[in-house]
T-cell receptor, first 112, second 113 residues
Framework: GESVGLHLPTLSVQEGDNSIINCAYS??????FIWYKQESGKGPQFIID?????DKRQGQRVTVLLNKTVKHLSLQIAATQPGDSAVYFC???????????FGTGTRLQVFP | EPEVTQTPSHQVTQMGQEVILRCVPI?????FYWYRQILGQKVEFLVS????????KSEIFDDQFSVERPDGSNFTLKIRSTKLEDSAMYFC???????????FGQGTRLTVV
């Protein structure tokens, strides 16, 4: 079946540095991708999304890059802050379905 | 800012008992979902619901599970006879008609003992 996986379970960065969280997906029919942030005891919170007809999208301090050739996407967080500490999930959506396939999550730890 | 509200936040139930998890989606949303997350694992799709019927379900969503939107506002997930392995966080989500962004609730932690 289709899968979405993150490369690292934990990422530790120093406050102010840039963070890069990577994700791979298996279904080439995936046409829409989302990055979610999940803080302890809360539900997934939308960060940024990208459609398969794009390879880059920028938000406030966040950038998502999509490489369809190798089925890989990444989330870049600029000037990481303590409030960015959370588990980050990528999720993929295929055009013929209404469900999201989530990856396993990367825990981002920001230290001073 | 509108939000998806789930109740209860934590439910403890004995194995074999029925539970109903409740969700109040954002008012203008039309598509509704239940996902679950077993502790330490990924978020898994259970079911999607549109126009008062199930549009898609996963293999997890067997005959023990059901969903309904009885009064046009609440969206419920019922587990008829809970098993230990049903212990998880259950998230309700919804989206509008012309949006692909799904908004998630805070979740209900279900503990089956």
């Amino acid at each position: 079946g289709e899968s979405v996986g993150l490369h690292l379970p934990t990422l530790s960065v120093q406050e102010g540095d840039n963070s890069i969280i990577n994700c791979a997906y298996s279904n080439s029919a995936s046409d829409y991708f989302i990055w979610y942030k999940q803080e302890s005891g809360k539900g997934p919170q939308f960060i940024i999304d990208i459609r398969s007809n794009m390879d880059k999208r920028q938000g406030q301090r966040v950038t998502v890059l999509l490489n369809k050739t190798v089925k890989h996407l990444s989330l870049q967080i600029a000037a990481t802050q303590p409030g960015d500490s959370a588990v980050y999930f990528c999720a993929a959506h295929a055009h013929n379905t209404d469900k999201l396939i989530f990856g396993t999550g990367t825990r981002l730890q920001v230290f001073p | 800012e509108p939000e998806v509200t789930q109740t209860p936040s934590h439910q403890v139930t004995q194995m074999g008992q029925e539970v109903i998890l409740r969700c109040v989606p954002i008012s203008n949303h039309l598509y509704f979902y239940w996902y679950r997350q077993i502790l330490g694992q990924k978020v898994e799709f259970l079911v999607s619901f549109y126009n008062n019927e199930i549009s898609e379900k996963s293999e997890i969503f067997d005959d023990q599970f059901s969903v309904e939107r009885p009064d046009g506002s609440n969206f419920t997930l019922k587990i008829r006879s809970t098993k230990l392995e049903d212990s998880a966080m259950y998230f309700c989500a919804g989206r509008g008609d012309y949006s692909t962004e799904a908004f998630f609730g805070q979740g209900t932690r279900l503990t089956v003992v």
